[in-house]
């Protein structure tokens, strides 16, 4: 995990404790939400399922269960001309 807080003030987002189970418990050791508010950083979330993004400096966080989900590629692939200088 990158520390991006290492400065006080930085702003984050992640998964809110509320919706945790204990099966991600067993994989992931802490609460995240915790874990960014314990590291004096600020921890923002939106509704459950919606999406949610942080722009803090050069980083940036972003959670949604549904925007994560492996979506199907569109149908125009870029190709060398997208690319090539005029």
Same mark, same amino acid.
């Given at each position: 995990?990158?520390?991006? =807080?290492?400065?006080?003030?930085?702003? /984050?987002?992640?998964?809110?404790? #509320?919706?945790?189970?204990?099966? &991600? &418990?067993?994989? =992931?050791? =802490?609460?995240?939400?915790?874990?960014?508010?314990?590291?004096?950083?600020?921890?923002?979330?939106?509704?459950?399922?919606?999406?949610?993004?942080?722009? !803090?400096? !050069?980083?940036?966080?972003? /959670?949604?269960? !549904?925007?994560?989900?492996?979506?199907?590629?569109?149908? &125009?692939?870029?190709? &060398? #001309?997208?690319?090539?200088?005029?």
């Amino acid at each position: 995990m990158v520390n991006i =807080f290492e400065s006080m003030g930085c702003r /984050a987002t992640a998964i809110p404790s #509320a919706e945790e189970d204990s099966r &991600r &418990r067993k994989d =992931f050791p =802490f609460l995240v939400e915790s874990r960014i508010q314990e590291l004096v950083g600020e921890h923002s979330c939106s509704a459950h399922g919606e999406a949610s993004v942080v722009v !803090n400096g !050069n980083a940036m966080t972003g /959670a949604s269960g !549904n925007s994560t989900r492996r979506k199907k590629p569109s149908r &125009r692939m870029w190709s &060398r #001309a997208d690319y090539s200088k005029s």
